[in-house]
């Protein structure tokens, strides 16, 4: 009888972090692309852009000026998505059983949203970076989160968690290409967070073990997955990958939030994350897009909420045969489940077998 | 004090549908656009297209020919992403208390797709269709539902869902623009759809009732986030949606599946999906993109399976403020939670406000 083969037949993954399955489809990939075609970047796009909201010195887009900064710049967004100063909902506490009641469910939330500028530079992204500008970029994550629970704990600010991101490429909806992250920061749990700490708290109820602990572990054994690692930190393609070239960073030891980083923690930081993103731009040549962002305790996270936080990063990169065409997650994706069409294997050796030192720009 | 307004400050609703929140942020609509501009759709493609894989009469991508077609079109997919002709994986079922019996759970998936096309004119969307022809494509879905069914019942295939689905617009990843849906068959029932299914057996097992019951008794009364309504469906805009025109359509009564129509509730549905896409076109003066698709019972469902299901659609477009700006659900949304930038009643009154019979293509 034939033998099931993992690259060749259609089968699906467990998440146990979201609670969900992964359909993978392997042989897909040979489907002919007519479909819609990204648009190339331009390496060439210059260091200063007058036009830029977020350049040294330039107007930003709801009238002030941005300083002529020379490092990381952190600034609240113009546009934020949650504010602080607004009016708190009353909730319908009766306890009335109306059907608005039933199926309603609503709550108010107030909140800061900041900017992040990398680099003064415009074109300058991080696997360009230098090592020590980037730790500064991660000097910023840490100092903001210290920062914002700080105002939490004397309550100065009802914050609760802090979503640190970057959405990198007109592909992943960047609306400008100047090198910046965000961190949105709420009174509430957001979603994926409260559901990673609820499967989290469940596995160490059911095996008295760290989820990620038990995870970086078995990766280590079993190398197929694995793309890089240093002293402090993994970065794999998770067996339960949705994205083609999604990987995950994980701490080895546990670490519950950035705000425990010493030095090492953040030299480490900076180097796999360099290596990482070499690694993308390499894969096709490109500025690599994706989302990427960090999971770690809410602010000021006690007991069991800090006992099961584990820091580590997600990135969700969309492209999937070239710098120009992507995954698109839909019709299947959104009403039945994700879908790949390559397994994590085949990605993380495509990945691990790049250069993460040299960037293709500076090769001849 | 300052009163909450849903239209200005930020808030969080339930989705009791799939267990997760959605942030509102409803005055984040303002802010300036420099990033990716979708492409418009040209209306003047032709009605036959020499290179089109799926006109009839010509050749396929894998070889094979197209028949002469005159109507819908029903074929299997030449790039499945799941098939019938693979091994089973055999399941570890030793009960070991491995790492990797902990944490990497898999399932083989066997499986069939199909491609619909809704007509054999290549540039003929949906709200362009007749009325007739439209009751063909709602024919050719029932066929399938029925025929995947008793092939299953007959143990001839070990089917148990069908996902029925349109990808429509290369901004929703459709590889060609023939207007055509797809449907795939599998032996497990989705992530998406069991978690609706829990989610209805949940509130049945709690309010003694059906959620969809409930839920379009309550749309009817607040009329706050309806967009259309017959005799047999309502469309509306949940009061969850996450994309900004998101919209259900659900019927009535407690129908488990489009098997069970008869030929009043086609020819409601052909009527309501024609207006309720008219409405789509007319919002942007554009061919408007989505993935739609049907959520129903399970093949052969039985008991409890059978009695929480209820027939209803999920149309989910990605267009925001216009035919080339989109809303992209990454950052913030992928590792934090879904959020939008309009309330779903400023959608609702924008898509019920449009001309639902003329399409702007007819106008003079
Ligand atoms: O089947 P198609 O049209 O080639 O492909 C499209 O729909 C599929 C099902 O939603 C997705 O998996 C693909 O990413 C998308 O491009
Ligand atoms: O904040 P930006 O860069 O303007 O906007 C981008 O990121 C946000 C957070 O993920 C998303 O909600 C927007 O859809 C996206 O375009």
């Given at each position: ?104 469910k609503v709550q108010s939330v107030r909140g800061n949203c900041f900017v992040i500028c990398f680099s003064p530079k415009h ?242």
């Amino acid at each position: 009888a034939q033998q099931f083969d993992f690259s060749d037949h259609s089968h699906r993954r467990y998440n146990p972090l979201t609670d969900s399955w992964i359909l993978v489809s392997p042989h897909r990939a040979k489907r002919p692309w007519l479909g819609q075609q990204e648009a190339a970047c331009k390496p060439t796009s210059p260091v200063y852009d007058p036009k830029c909201y977020l350049c040294p010195g330039n107007e930003r887009a709801t009238g002030g000026q941005n300083p002529k900064y020379e490092s990381t710049y952190v600034f609240p967004n113009d546009y934020a998505a949650v504010k602080i100063d607004q009016p708190v909902l009353p909730q319908d506490d009766s306890g009335k059983d109306t059907l608005r009641n039933r199926l309603f469910k609503v709550q108010s939330v107030r909140g800061n949203c900041f900017v992040i500028c990398f680099s003064p530079k415009h074109n300058l992204t991080i696997p360009q970076m230098k090592h020590s500008d980037l730790v500064h970029v991660i000097d910023a994550w840490q100092n903001l989160y210290n920062d914002l629970a700080r105002e939490a704990r004397e309550n100065l600010k009802p914050f609760k968690y802090v979503q640190i991101f970057e959405n990198k490429g007109t592909a992943m909806g960047c609306s400008n290409l100047h090198p910046h992250g965000q961190a949105w920061c709420l009174e509430a749990i957001p979603s994926e967070v409260s559901q990673e700490l609820k499967s989290f708290g469940k596995y160490k109820y059911e095996h008295n073990a760290d989820l990620l602990a038990d995870y970086v572990k078995l990766e280590l054994e079993e190398k197929s997955r694995l793309v890089l690692e240093n002293e402090s930190f993994i970065v794999v393609v998770p067996y339960w990958a949705v994205w083609p070239f999604e990987v995950m960073v994980v701490s080895k030891k546990k670490i519950p939030s950035i705000g425990q980083f010493d030095q090492t923690l953040k030299d480490n930081l900076a180097l796999i994350l360099k290596q990482l993103t070499i690694k993308y731009d390499n894969l096709f040549e490109t500025s690599f897009p994706y989302s990427m962002g960090i999971h770690q305790a809410p602010l000021n996270a006690k007991g069991d909420e800090l006992n099961n936080s584990w820091f580590h990063m997600h990135f969700y990169p969309p492209l999937l045969r070239s710098a120009t065409v992507r995954k698109f997650l839909v019709g299947f994706e959104l009403l039945g489940e994700p879908q790949r069409d390559l397994t994590p294997e085949q990605a993380a050796d495509k990945l691990r077998n790049l250069d993460g030192k040299v960037h293709y720009l500076e090769k001849i």
